[in-house]
Structures are given as structure tokens and as C-alpha cells.
């Protein structure tokens, strides 16, 4: 399975503004990992494939952040609508 190339300068200036929202450190880095592996062109976007993707051997970092990040939906739905709006 290719790994993923960093070729993500559009997706990060994206989300750019919802990086304060996000709060912890990890979440600010898994979440542009994540959403580049929702993205890739794989057959299967499991967990476990989509981690192979963009972070070869961190499946269990990759699952924490999927599965136990606590952040509010709220602020990130008014960053969302705000840049939405332009």
C-alpha cells in the first residue's frame, strides 16, 4: 500500500482556522491526518488501512483520536459556518 505524500498545503490552510477549537496538540495533528486519509484514494477506509496510509505504524495513536478525543461539535460548527459564509 503507497503511503501518502504530504501534498496537503490546500487541506491545511483549510484548517487553519479551526486549529484553536481543536485544542491538544494531538488533536491538531491527527486531525489533518485523519481527514487526509478519508480522502485518499483507498479501497477501505477503516481505521486500519487509512493509519497504514498517512501514518505508517501509529494505528493505535490515529485510533485514540478517533475514538476518544474530547472536543465540543459546537465551536467547530461555528468555525465551519464562518468560513462557509467567507
Aim: aromatic share 10%.
Amino acid at each position: 500500500m503507497p503511503v501518502a505524500q504530504d501534498n496537503t498545503l490546500p487541506l491545511r490552510r483549510f484548517l487553519r482556522p479551526f486549529q484553536r477549537v481543536l485544542g491538544h496538540a494531538r488533536r491538531r495533528k491527527w486531525c489533518p491526518l485523519y481527514l487526509r486519509g478519508l480522502m485518499a484514494p483507498l479501497e477501505r477506509k477503516s481505521l486500519q488501512p487509512l493509519a497504514e496510509y498517512v501514518a505508517p505504524g501509529q494505528y493505535a495513536q490515529l485510533h485514540h483520536f478517533v475514538t476518544v478525543s474530547p472536543w465540543q461539535d459546537e465551536p467547530l460548527g461555528a468555525v465551519l459556518k464562518s468560513v462557509l459564509k467567507g
